[in-house]
């Protein structure tokens, strides 16, 4: 092996433990997470419309988890991840088409989107509530 | 001179090195728009059912207006989901045999479970 091609075994870099945390990269992680754990849930609500269709006592397997406790985080938590989502999916249909990418504007939206999603979770679920 | 080493042809096409061009970009974005009315719609019908019996779910999703707006919601939302999903698998998943079994998995799945919710649906409002 050449000198040149011989490992060097120096530090690699980012140094994930002691990077400093920035609010676009976490807000870019957490588009991706929440855009997973939607899919996921995608799966859940598919499987809950088919057992709708199916019988009573197979239904009602549903309706105990969704009106349980652990049940009502779920949907708060379904409810955060689709808003986040959609606020931030608006963000980047902006940045595709040009728009916002100053670093100030890059992150005055982030924060806008964070409260509006968070907003919008509470709405939601009050709205939803009246509707019933 | 034209220094863009592609012939004019492929520039013509424009479909690059994977040879499907813009499509799931174009698609990408395309489904993300049309989910936004549809996922503030059932994001706020998903607290108004979730805590309906049988009878109210059902009676809900057979009326026309949800029938169509479901149907709409569910084929949309998992094209889009499985859009997203390809990109990451794509970013994180370096093997092209894996990458490919994966890709695959998920478009598989995404259509079973949708087909199959689309016929709920169908299934509910015809009443069968």
Redesign the interface.
């Known amino acids: 092996m050449s000198v040149a091609n011989r490992p060097v075994h120096r530090p690699l870099s980012p140094h994930l433990q002691v990077y400093k945390w920035q609010l676009t990269s976490v807000l870019s992680i957490l588009h991706r997470a929440t855009g997973i754990a939607l899919s996921v849930g995608a799966l859940y609500l598919a499987t809950w419309v088919i057992y709708a269709a199916a019988n009573p006592t197979a239904y009602a397997l549903f309706q105990g988890f969704n009106t349980s406790i652990l049940g009502r985080i779920v949907l708060g938590g379904w409810l955060f991840c689709a808003f986040y989502h959609l606020c931030n999916g608006i963000r980047h249909l902006f940045w595709d088409a040009g728009y916002g990418f100053e670093l100030k504007d890059a992150y005055r939206s982030g924060w806008i989107v964070v409260a509006v999603a968070l907003i919008a979770t509470v709405v939601s679920w009050i709205v939803g509530l009246r509707l019933v | 001179m034209n220094s863009d080493l592609r012939t004019p042809l492929a520039r013509a096409r424009g479909l690059g090195s994977a040879r499907e061009g813009v499509h799931h970009w174009w698609a990408q974005?395309l489904t993300?728009?049309a989910?936004?009315p549809l996922?503030?719609w059932f994001?706020?019908?998903?607290?108004?059912m979730?805590?309906?019996?049988?009878g109210a779910?059902?009676a809900w999703?057979g009326s026309p207006v949800v029938m169509v707006l479901?149907i709409l919601t569910?084929a949309i939302?998992?094209h889009h989901?499985?859009l997203?999903?390809q990109v990451?698998i794509e970013d994180y998943v370096h093997g092209d045999g894996s990458k490919l079994a994966l890709i695959v998995a998920v478009r598989f799945?995404a259509v079973l479970?949708?087909l199959?919710?689309v016929?709920?649906?169908l299934?509910?409002g015809f009443g069968s």
């Open positions: 974005r993300a728009i989910l936004i996922v503030v994001a706020i019908s998903l607290v108004m979730s805590g309906a019996d049988y779910v059902r999703i479901l569910i939302g998992l989901g499985q997203g999903l990451v799945i479970f949708g199959a919710a016929v709920a649906v299934r509910i």
